[in-house]
């Protein structure tokens, strides 16, 4: 059950924070912080990049055998935190997390750099290294195998996180700090304002 325009105002806040922050011409403002946790429900925390936001949720991809690709197997929910120090605001999302269908990866993985894109095949992300030598021995090899267009490789994936609680904070030199709280209940989503 879900109280439509309440969730549309949501998410609308959401991306019109990100867009006021990309604004500010500060680079990464789609950087946000990921938690996740194993299966024995320890947390873990790593910074990516948010690569879209819709009433859908918000979209990130990753290679599936690294660590937090790991947990949401585990564990399939998420929190994640923005914090855009230019506008003095952060932004809270938690939710189920959904692998997307394979073409979006295709599609993620096309849009990328050469570099990157042979980075993601040589490198067996959150795995131990032997050295850095062996890393830029595995770079060389993909870039012999693939002169031309790099594959995207089966484990590089998109995940979808549906929100079921979006905060937004706004700073205030008075310490009168601005929270808002939409939280999705049984009986829908309701709206509120949290104490700073």
């Known amino acids: 059950m879900m109280n439509v325009n309440v969730y549309t105002e949501a998410i609308d806040a959401l991306s019109a924070t990100l867009a006021r922050a990309e604004d500010s011409g500060k680079r990464n403002m789609n950087a946000m912080t990921l938690a996740?946790?194993?299966?024995?429900?320890?947390?873990?925390?790593?910074?990516?990049?948010?690569?879209?936001?819709?009433?859908?949720?918000?979209?990130?991809?990753?290679?599936?055998?690294?660590?937090?690709?790991?947990?949401?197997e585990a564990a399939p929910y998420a929190s994640v935190?923005?914090?855009?120090?230019?506008?003095?605001?952060?932004?809270?999302?938690?939710g189920r997390v959904v692998m997307l269908a394979r073409e979006h990866a295709e599609l993620d993985f096309a849009s990328r750099p050469r570099a990157g894109q042979v980075m993601i095949l040589a490198s067996a992300q959150s795995q131990?290294?032997?050295s850095k030598a062996a890393l830029t021995n595995a770079v060389a090899s993909v870039e012999k195998s693939y002169p031309d267009e790099v594959p995207a490789p089966d484990y590089w994936t998109g995940y979808c996180l549906v929100p079921d609680f979006i905060e937004l904070w706004f700073g205030s030199r008075d310490r009168m700090h601005e929270r808002v709280a939409y939280t999705q209940s049984t009986e829908g989503w309701q709206k509120a304002l949290l104490q700073p």
């Open 36 to 72: 996740t946790v194993n299966r024995a429900g320890r947390p873990s925390t790593r910074t990516v990049l948010l690569k879209s936001l819709d009433a859908k949720g918000l979209v990130f991809f990753t290679d599936r055998r690294s660590g937090k690709g790991q947990d949401l």
């Open 81 to 94: 935190s923005f914090y855009w120090e230019p506008i003095e605001a952060q932004a809270r999302v938690d």
């Open 128 to 130: 131990s290294l032997e």
